[in-house]
């Protein structure tokens, strides 16, 4: 290579790494990095609970009566949760929202004295009880029942309802048996068998009608069932029974009955059942009222409470086929007479 070329070659490479040099240290103060920042901490996503809008389908239980604050009247929108109310209804509100933080809004439909379907309310209402002014006579005034579930109830459930609790069959059995004893289901064993498996399978046809009736209503509602503790155990069954034998063993027939061929096949149908009837709770004289048939404040609490665990149950408990206060049915010897006393108060 000529040595001219040979030198312009060098001072171009020279240069160029001078130039590359000069670069490099430029970069090296431009791109220099920093203290490696903290990363801002995540928040952690929480979702609220669903709000719940309770409505529950019942009676005199469901309005609270034996209980310290019972619902005088059933919550209105100015007073949606009965508040400070101690009946099972404003108490389960209550734990849906201390267990779960759900905001919970109460529509409580109870009436007191009320049966399934008007059916039952007819029959019932045909004859007077024991301390009716005319036993056995048409009821009349004060004394008659004022409604039934499907007739009065079922129209106030609204579409927005997500849980929705029936509590039936107390009035029921009240109404039918003490039909019996005024002679609506004649004289005879054979005859009055066939009339209590005829009330019975009518009581199963109202509420199969409610139940599918509540839930075209309100698609998105969890239905509860409770069944009947033997009312031939609870304290007011056993003083009918102690005067009136037979007439505590038809209490019994019915009651059962209606969990047995009723109420307890409702799981069948994804529909949870509290199994009042096989809880020695359900017995516990300490848990009632002085009438032997509401519940006073425990009574209310621990109904509440059972009321609760099937609710938030993942898989709910079944109700037993059988027990002792169930096989007591066993032991029913009909026929009876007479009327007995009125279940309901107002």
Not at 99 to 107: F, H
Not at 121 to 136: D, F, K
Not at 159 to 177: Q, R
Not at 205 to 220: E, G, T
Request: charged share 10%; net charge negative; aromatic share 6%.
């Amino acid at each position: 290579m000529p040595n001219h070329l040979r030198g312009a070659l060098t001072a171009f490479v020279a240069s160029a790494a001078l130039a590359l040099a000069a670069c490099s240290n430029n970069d090296s103060v431009r791109f220099q990095p920093g203290p490696t920042p903290t990363p801002a901490p995540t928040a952690t996503p929480t979702t609220a609970p669903a709000p719940v809008s309770y409505v529950a389908i019942g009676a005199s239980d469901a309005v609270g009566l034996g209980a310290s604050v019972p619902c005088a009247t059933p919550p209105t929108v100015a007073n949606p949760t009965c508040p400070g109310g101690t009946g099972y209804v404003p108490v389960l509100a209550g734990l849906i929202t201390t267990k779960t933080g759900a905001a919970v809004t109460l529509d409580d439909l109870g009436i007191s004295g009320a049966v399934v379907g008007p059916d039952i309310l007819a029959l019932t209402n045909q004859y007077g009880s024991q301390n009716s002014a005319a036993p056995c006579a048409p009821r009349t005034g004060a004394d008659v029942v004022p409604g039934d579930f499907i007739t009065n109830e079922l129209p106030n459930v609204p579409a927005t309802a997500t849980l929705v609790t029936i509590f039936a069959g107390g009035n029921d059995t009240n109404g039918i048996v003490n039909a019996l004893g005024c002679g609506a289901g004649g004289t005879t064993s054979a005859s009055q068998t066939a009339f209590i498996t005829t009330w019975i399978t009518n009581f199963g046809n109202d509420l199969q009608s409610l139940i599918l009736q509540v839930r075209a209503k309100a698609p998105n509602a969890k239905i509860v069932l409770a069944n009947l503790p033997n009312f031939s155990q609870i304290p007011v069954g056993l003083a009918i029974g102690a005067t009136n034998p037979a007439a505590g063993q038809a209490l019994a027939a019915v009651s059962v009955g209606i969990d047995q061929n009723v109420i307890d096949r409702a799981p069948s149908f994804g529909i949870p059942v509290v199994d009042l009837l096989c809880n020695p709770v359900s017995y516990a004289s300490s848990n009632f009222f002085t009438d032997g048939f509401h519940p006073n404040d425990a009574g209310y609490q621990a109904l509440a409470q059972a009321f609760y665990a099937q609710i938030s149950a993942v898989t709910p408990a079944l109700p037993q086929p059988n027990c002792s206060y169930a096989s007591l049915t066993a032991r029913v010897r009909l026929p009876m007479s007479g009327p007995i006393r009125t279940f309901e108060h107002r």
